[in-house]
């Protein structure tokens, strides 16, 4: 058996309930070892050009990597990938939580769903024998209830439980895929393609661990790491804080979008902080399988309007973000709620709040009355009015909740009278809560990222800003970057710098690892350090350089379906928000991303990652990065 994996990746049709095992040469590991790289070796071959994401010629495919389950923190994430029902470009999310690893151990590399079953069903994998079973019972609960059901069922208190909720199964376009009742494959609907295949759940347990190569290795590792992050202060404030801990500094950069996206500082910030959230409603701190750090928050409310469920864990930076500065809120109470009912049925917080704030947008402009809310008063800071539209919009019960469950590009498109100029999406993917007018960099990949606008798909600008510490920089310098820019630009150098990252971060969500522990600056481990993780993990002799070339090629194989399915340039655009100057308070106040700026940073961008300058991957570049086979699959 090869080091770090099974050798097995299962195969199920939903349509005769057949299942089969595929067992790839090593060649295949090595070159894809896991993640959306895995799964699009499979979604280009298999899903045809022009199918209907939410069809059953669309492939749902579910990969950890080789490194997934080894004893080191930061690698229990998993990926699921499919045609998008928001973009019909590709869709792509991650998730952590202790499902990742025991997938991993219940005997297989990945799982790829075909096809539409006739009936709901759920699939078991316990030791390595995978079955699928009726799940009509388990339609209509929530995801908590669903979670522990399914734990009886199977009989066994340690099974993972990954599901959709309610909500994918009327049709919200928004759903995710939830393990643990609280860990979200949140973006891009993969949760809605989930159930156009009548697929409820996954439930996994076993004991089948992998061979590590080198257990020494990994065990000195895990010292290391750890020894080298004393001195980092970012580390030691993700642990205590969590993500949450990262509020008051984006509100200082002038990075906190409030009331959609219109300022970059928000005057309830520290309402809505981590240090608040700690003094407050923590309850404890939880983690993933087997990581030090224990960023996961778990927050509990029992009293007063706004309660809150220590089973649904707490909500992230980006979640207190869109239901909080975004929506212009600063009650944390109502905004963990919020994070509760996006668990409990399922969908994405980030495109949630967002298409709320955006309502509100709309709302205050005019754009929609009382008629179109049913009377609720959908303004800025109504806290009650946010909670209400999003219990209308995860259960699609009024006509407002319909309109804004297909998201905000669609529900722009149903309101018009300028309606989308209140929209902050790319590829109709609403963007998280971290500001191109700040991070100007992240303007560039916004646009770019195949799967729409995303913020763990690139290193964020204030580590390649003058100032930034010799600690971080010298990090940087493994993949090639010593060189500061100013703050607010978007030179040649930060362009090479976004593409850079961008290979790292996509090398990272190959290998299915957290982006708090491994990563280009401040984490745990750095580039040097995944590479010999991954090399202690599987014994092949992978460098840091291998795995940048890894990163690349996931972007490649993602931008050549997007192009076969029409993509190109005039999609890698921004919202037309985001080239206005920014009102309110702060360093950002008055900023925008110039256009021209940002149309020189496409032409560098095209370059530098292979591309014609229309966006579309050239073949010489497949070729050199091992995947000439998907040329076939380019635009004549
Ligand atoms: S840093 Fe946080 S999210 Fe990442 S693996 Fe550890 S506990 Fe999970």
């Given at each position: 058996?090869?080091?770090?994996?099974?050798?097995?990746?299962?195969?199920?049709?939903?349509?005769?309930?057949?299942?089969?095992?595929?067992?790839?040469?090593?060649?295949?590991?090595?070159?894809?070892?896991?993640?959306?790289?895995?799964?699009?070796?499979?979604?280009?071959?298999?899903?045809?050009?022009?199918?209907?994401?939410?069809?059953?010629?669309?492939?749902?495919?579910?990969?950890?990597?080789?490194?997934?389950?080894?004893?080191?923190?930061?690698?229990?994430?998993?990926?699921?990938?499919?045609?998008?029902?928001?973009?019909?470009?590709?869709?792509?999310?991650?998730?952590?939580?202790?499902?990742?690893?025991?997938?991993?151990?219940?005997?297989?590399?990945?799982?790829?769903?075909?096809?539409?079953?006739?009936?709901?069903?759920?699939?078991?994998?316990i030791?390595g024998?995978?079955?699928?079973h009726?799940a009509?019972?388990?339609l209509?609960?929530v995801?908590?209830?669903?979670?522990?059901?399914?734990?009886?069922?199977?009989?066994?208190?340690?099974?993972?439980?990954?599901?959709?909720?309610?909500?994918?199964?009327?049709?919200?376009?928004?759903?995710?895929?939830?393990?643990?009742?609280?860990?979200?494959?949140?973006?891009?609907?993969?949760?809605?393609?989930?159930?156009?295949?009548?697929?409820?759940?996954?439930?996994?347990?076993?004991?089948?661990?992998?061979?590590?190569a080198?257990?020494?290795?990994?065990?000195?590792?895990?010292?290391?790491?750890?020894?080298?992050?004393?001195?980092?202060?970012?580390?030691?404030?993700?642990?205590?804080?969590?993500?949450?801990?990262?509020?008051?500094?984006?509100?200082?950069?002038?990075?906190?979008?409030?009331?959609?996206?219109?300022?970059?500082?928000?005057?309830?910030?520290?309402?809505?902080?981590?240090?608040?959230?700690?003094?407050t409603i923590?309850?404890?701190?939880?983690?993933c399988?087997?990581?030090?750090?224990?960023?996961?928050?778990?927050?509990?409310?029992?009293?007063?309007?706004?309660?809150?469920?220590?089973?649904?864990?707490?909500?992230?930076?980006?979640?207190?973000?869109?239901?909080g500065?975004y929506?212009?809120?600063?009650?944390?109470a109502?905004?963990?709620?919020?994070?509760?009912?996006?668990?409990?049925?399922?969908?994405?917080?980030?495109?949630?709040?967002?298409?709320?704030?955006?309502?509100?947008?709309?709302?205050?402009?005019?754009?929609?009355?009382?008629?179109?809310?049913?009377?609720?008063?959908?303004?800025?800071?109504?806290?009650?009015?946010?909670?209400?539209?999003?219990?209308?919009?995860v259960?699609?019960?009024?006509?407002?909740?319909?309109?804004?469950?297909?998201?905000?590009?669609?529900a722009?498109?149903?309101?018009?009278?300028?309606?989308?100029?209140?929209l902050?999406?790319?590829?109709?993917?609403?963007?998280?809560?971290?500001?191109?007018?700040s991070?100007?960099?992240?303007?560039?990949?916004?646009?770019?990222?195949?799967?729409?606008?995303?913020?763990?798909s690139?290193?964020?600008?204030?580590?390649?800003?003058?100032?930034?510490?010799?600690?971080?920089?010298?990090?940087?310098?493994?993949?090639?970057?010593?060189?500061?820019?100013?703050p607010?630009?978007?030179?040649?150098?930060?362009?090479?710098?976004?593409?850079?990252?961008?290979?790292?971060?996509?090398?990272?969500?190959t290998?299915?690892?957290?982006?708090?522990?491994?990563?280009?600056?401040?984490?745990?481990?750095?580039?040097?350090?995944?590479?010999?993780?991954?090399?202690?993990?599987?014994?092949?002799?992978?460098?840091?350089?291998e795995?940048?070339?890894?990163?690349?090629?996931?972007?490649?194989?993602?931008?050549?379906?997007?192009?076969?399915?029409?993509?190109?340039?005039?999609?890698?655009?921004?919202?037309?928000?985001?080239f206005?100057?920014?009102?309110?308070?702060?360093?950002?106040?008055?900023?925008?991303?110039?256009?021209?700026?940002?149309?020189?940073?496409?032409?560098?961008?095209?370059?530098?990652?292979?591309?014609?300058?229309?966006?579309?991957?050239?073949?010489?570049?497949?070729?050199?990065?091992?995947?000439?086979?998907?040329?076939?699959?380019?635009?004549?």
């Open positions: 058996m090869p080091y770090g994996y099974h050798g097995k990746i299962l195969h199920v049709y939903l349509e005769s309930g057949k299942m089969e095992v595929e067992t790839p040469p090593e060649s295949f590991y090595r070159t894809y070892m896991g993640g959306s790289a895995m799964a699009l070796y499979y979604i280009l071959r298999e899903v045809p050009k022009g199918a209907d994401p939410l069809g059953p010629e669309n492939l749902l495919t579910v990969f950890p990597s080789v490194v997934t389950g080894a004893p080191i923190s930061g690698q229990s994430r998993i990926n699921v990938n499919a045609k998008s029902p928001m973009s019909g470009a590709i869709g792509d999310s991650q998730a952590g939580g202790f499902f990742p690893a025991e997938f991993k151990f219940a005997g297989y590399d990945g799982v790829i769903f075909h096809g539409q079953s006739p009936k709901w069903v759920y699939l078991t994998i030791d024998k995978p079955e699928l009726d009509s019972h388990l209509g609960k995801t908590g209830e669903v979670d522990k059901m399914l734990k009886q069922e199977v009989g066994d208190e340690k099974a993972q439980v990954m599901q959709i909720g309610p909500a994918a199964e009327i049709g919200v376009r928004f759903s995710g895929i939830i393990n643990m009742a609280n860990r979200m494959n949140g973006r891009t609907g993969m949760g809605l393609v989930m159930a156009s295949k009548k697929l409820k759940a996954i439930v996994v347990r076993g004991k089948n661990r992998p061979q590590i080198d257990s020494k290795a990994l065990a000195a590792l895990n010292k290391t790491g750890p020894a080298k992050s004393a001195a980092n202060p970012d580390v030691d404030g993700l642990a205590k804080l969590g993500t949450a801990g990262v509020v008051m500094f984006q509100n200082m950069i002038g990075s906190l979008p409030t009331r959609n996206y219109n300022e970059g500082q928000f005057e309830g910030a520290e309402a809505i902080s981590g240090e608040r959230m700690a003094e923590l309850k404890e701190r939880d983690t399988y087997a990581c030090i750090v224990r960023c996961k928050r778990v927050v509990e409310i029992t009293e007063g309007k706004f309660t809150a469920d220590p089973y649904y864990g707490g909500a992230e930076y980006e979640t207190i973000s869109t239901f500065s929506c212009g809120i600063d009650d944390l109502a905004i963990s709620h919020a994070h509760q009912i996006c668990d409990m049925y399922g969908v994405d917080s980030i495109s949630c709040g967002a298409t709320i704030a955006f309502a509100m947008e709309c709302y205050e402009k005019g754009i929609i009355t009382k008629e179109d809310t049913g009377g609720i008063d959908l303004r800025f800071g109504n806290a009650d009015a946010m909670i209400e539209v999003l219990k209308q919009i259960t699609k019960s009024t006509p407002l909740g319909k309109i804004l469950a297909e998201g905000s590009a669609r722009a498109q149903v309101w018009g009278k300028g309606a989308d100029e209140c902050i999406t790319v590829k109709n993917e609403e963007a998280p809560a971290h500001m191109p007018q991070k100007r960099s992240l303007a560039l990949i916004y646009a770019v990222n195949p799967f729409g606008a995303d913020h763990q690139s290193e964020h600008d204030p580590y390649y800003e003058e100032g930034v510490a010799d600690f971080n920089l010298d990090r940087l310098k493994q993949i090639g970057l010593g060189n500061p820019q100013p607010f630009s978007l030179t040649p150098e930060k362009v090479r710098f976004g593409f850079l990252g961008e290979c790292f971060y996509s090398m990272m969500d290998l299915t690892v957290c982006q708090f522990v491994y990563g280009p600056t401040w984490c745990l481990y750095d580039g040097e350090d995944t590479a010999a993780m991954v090399r202690a993990v599987t014994g092949w002799d992978v460098t840091l350089d795995l940048m070339k890894l990163g690349h090629r996931r972007i490649a194989l993602m931008r050549t379906f997007n192009a076969r399915e029409g993509f190109s340039r005039k999609d890698d655009t921004l919202p037309k928000k985001f206005k100057p920014l009102v309110g308070t702060g360093p950002t106040a008055g900023l925008a991303v110039g256009r021209e700026e940002f149309e020189a940073a496409l032409d560098e961008y095209y370059k530098l990652a292979g591309m014609t300058n229309d966006g579309i991957p050239k073949k010489e570049t497949l070729e050199q990065l091992g995947v000439g086979w998907a040329a076939e699959y380019l635009p004549a």
